[in-house]
């Protein structure tokens, strides 16, 4: 099952064919223009921390002039919002969320391929955001859209998503990205944080994310073991119904943040569901200067170093060591966090995620 996509993209490749011959044309003349880029996500989406910062970043790489936002609605046709936007940006590349269009076989078959044939037959590089390399459709969809050329971007390894992708244009696990006035924002809320914190106020050690089976289960024994320490784990189910400024401010004034990368349970559309991937947190909490254990991401996370970025761990009892270890140690706990933060500040400040992607980009 994990392999269907391969043959149905191939299928949609060489339908494909035309518009790449079609957009010989315009694809030099992109190649030869300064990059403007389009960054593409419905309504919900933009209200979400993961947009703000793919937009900013962007900025900072190619400049504000050269960075269009633009809107989808889901509740009206896509394709005709596509073609109108990019005639608006003039963009030669987009950035895509594979969520965006539909969610559903039929509407990504027949969207897929619209798009990637306007992309094509007017030379316009697509970068892909794919969320879930595992997720059977949003895979080929990402594969289509890229299938010539651009590059699909993902948080699980290239080396595991890779032998069940069609081609080799895909980088991961790649960290989430973040612009550089965000860390300046949130340099000073942790400055100001500590001038102002008590003394006597209890250690906050947390964990973020949604809550599904096999997580819930993991997450209440290790609540459980740490209790018996005399530290308190606050389970937070991820960031609903509060604003980016209010989550922003949790990892700020947290002393701990706890993270897994534990998947959910078996579903039919999903494949190799046992691949533990890169989560956001990890850049976040780094970027706020907060100290973070997290669980190992499956084929290794090369930006990060454990044991002095964050501390990693497998199961329950080495989650609970490394949780006590950084709360019973005040002098660790503050080396963890500032080690991160300094190798989180490195990667926003020379952009090294778009530096990747635009290099995965490679020219025709």
């Known amino acids: 099952m994990p392999r269907l996509v391969i043959p149905l993209f191939w299928v949609y490749w060489v339908v494909l064919l035309p518009a790449r011959v079609l957009g010989a044309g315009a694809r030099r003349r992109n190649r030869d223009q300064k990059p403007q880029v389009a960054i593409e996500s419905g309504i919900i989406g933009w209200t979400h921390v993961y947009f703000e910062e793919l ?36 963009a030669n590349t987009v950035v895509l969320d594979v969520r965006t269009p539909g969610q559903s076989w039929p509407r990504s078959l027949s969207e897929g391929f619209r798009v990637a044939w306007y992309l094509n037959r007017h030379g316009i590089t697509p970068i892909v955001v794919l969320t879930d390399a595992f997720y059977r459709r949003h895979r ?13 971007v ?9 032998k069940i992708f069609p081609h080799s244009r895909i980088r991961g696990p790649l960290f989430m ?31 973020i994310g949604s809550m599904y089976s096999p997580r819930d289960e993991f997450l209440q024994v290790v609540k459980e073991k740490l209790a018996e320490k005399g530290i308190e784990l606050t389970i937070n189910s991820d960031k609903a119904g509060t604003s980016n400024d209010d989550y922003w401010r949790v990892l700020v004034e947290s002393d701990i943040i706890f993270t897994t990368t534990l998947q959910g349970p078996t579903r039919a559309y999903m ?21 973070i254990v997290a669980q190992c991401v499956e084929g290794g996370f090369p930006y990060f170093t454990k044991d002095a970025d964050y501390l990693e761990f497998e199961g329950v009892d080495q ?46």
Not at 154 to 162: L, P, R, S, V, Y
Not at 181 to 194: M, N, T, W
Request: aromatic share 12%; glycine share 4%; with cysteine.
């Open 271 to 291: 494949d190799w569901i046992w691949v533990r991937q890169a989560v956001f947190r990890y850049a976040e909490t780094m970027a706020a200067g907060t100290a």
């Open 55 to 90: 937009l900013g970043s962007a900025q900072d790489f190619f400049g504000s002039n050269q960075v269009h936002k633009q809107v989808i609605d889901r509740d009206q046709p896509y394709y005709p919002q596509f073609v109108a936007n990019q005639g608006q940006s003039n």
């Open 319 to 364: 989650a609970v060591a490394a949780l006590t270890a950084l709360a019973t140690d005040s002098d660790f706990r503050q080396r963890i966090a500032d080690t991160g933060h300094a190798t989180m500040t490195h990667y926003v400040n020379n952009s090294v995620f778009w530096k990747v992607v635009t290099e995965c980009c490679q020219p025709d």
């Open 154 to 162: 993902t948080f699980a390894h290239t080396d595991i998503a890779g």
């Open 140 to 152: 080929w969809q990402a594969a289509v859209l890229t299938a010539f050329h651009g590059c699909v």
């Open 177 to 207: 990205p973040i612009s550089r006035k965000r860390v300046a924002e949130l340099e000073l809320a942790k400055a100001r944080f500590k001038a102002s914190r008590d003394l006597t106020t209890p250690l906050v050690v947390q964990f």
